[in-house]
Structures are given as structure tokens and as C-alpha cells.
């Protein structure tokens, strides 16, 4: 940024009521994380609910089961093995049927992947510019160690379920947690 830069050369927003700051309560933070975290996977409020109480009844640590749950997700798979360029583009992939798990067309962004399930793009497809440029593209991306990609062949194993360390999501998922616990 230049020297000319509003934002660059003041520590508080524009506007005439920028420079008093809004109180930072325990509600705004957690409803900060929550919202970071739901935009990162491009999910609605009333799916992230879902995704949630699933989280919740499984054993385990709530937040580690809800992120776990999230990075399982078809659409984000897609995305991790370097089929598309980002999460959104991963969707419109999975959602205009281009996408095989198992040998069978899947054609729900929402699909929960399992360990041993096999992520691939159709035959037909293999060929959309799209998909090569994210291929190309996503050789210099460091590999996922929770899926077996094989960007040559268009496809991805699930070998594991993710952990936390896996993920690397700057969000704390506790205060998610809290917020929902209320």
C-alpha cells in the first residue's frame, strides 16, 4: 500500500464515527470465529447448525469432530486434492456432476467422505480447462497427508480422517463451541 493509503496512515475505520471503538465482548468473538469459519467453507448458518450437532453427538472433542466434519465435506475434498482453485469453484464442480466418488456421479457439495473412498473427476471431464489449469496449478501446493492425490490420474484416496493439525485453520474452534453451548 501507498502513503496515500487512508487506512495505511490511520489505526482506526473512516467515517465520522470510526474513531470510537465497539466494546469487544465474549459474544462478538465467538460469533467472529463462527462466521470466519462458516465463510472459509462457504456454508450456510442452517447447514453449519447441522454440521454442529452431528460434531456433538459424535465421541470425541466437539470442536476437533466439527472441523474434521467440515474438512470431510465433497466440495472442500475436491479442493484439497487441487482440482479447483478455491472451495467455491470445488462446489460448482461437484454440484455440475463432474465429479466421481467411488465410480458413481456425486453431485452434492455436502456429501461426507469416508476413509477409503475415491475422489475423482469423469472421464468426460478430465479434459475442461478448468480442471487442468487447478491441476497445473496445484503442483506447487504442498500435498494434504490425510488424502492419497494423484493429480496425473485426476483423483484422490481419503487414507485418514483429518486432525486438527491437519487442517491448519487460523480458527479457534473451543469458542465455537461456547457460542453453541449457550
Not at 462466521?35 to 450437532?53: A, N, T
Not at 472421464?123 to 493429480?151: F, H, Q, Y
Request: net charge positive; charged share 30%.
Amino acid at each position: 500500500m501507498t502513503d496515500k493509503c487512508a487506512i495505511e496512515r490511520r489505526s482506526y475505520p473512516p467515517g465520522q464515527h470510526g474513531q470510537s471503538r465497539p466494546r469487544v465482548t465474549d459474544y462478538s468473538m465467538q460469533l467472529r470465529e463462527k462466521q470466519k469459519l462458516r465463510r472459509m467453507y462457504v456454508v450456510q448458518e442452517r447447514q453449519f447448525r447441522g454440521i454442529f450437532r452431528r460434531a456433538e453427538r459424535q465421541e470425541g472433542v466437539t470442536g476437533e469432530n466439527l472441523l474434521a466434519l467440515l474438512e470431510r465435506r465433497l466440495d472442500n475434498v475436491v479442493y484439497r486434492i487441487g482440482l479447483a482453485f478455491s472451495r467455491k469453484q470445488a462446489r460448482q464442480l461437484v454440484n455440475h456432476g463432474h465429479i466421481l466418488v467411488n465410480g458413481r456421479k456425486t453431485d452434492i457439495p455436502s456429501y461426507t467422505t469416508a476413509v477409503g473412498d475415491v475422489v475423482q473427476v469423469r472421464p468426460r471431464s478430465a479434459e475442461l480447462v478448468a480442471i487442468k489449469a487447478a491441476v497445473d496449478a496445484a503442483d506447487n501446493l504442498p500435498g494434504v497427508t490425510w488424502i492419497d492425490c494423484d493429480r496425473d490420474a485426476l483423483k484422490g484416496t481419503i487414507r485418514a480422517l483429518p486432525t486438527k493439525e491437519d487442517i491448519g485453520a487460523p480458527v479457534n474452534e473451543q469458542i465455537i463451541v461456547e457460542l453453541y453451548s449457550r
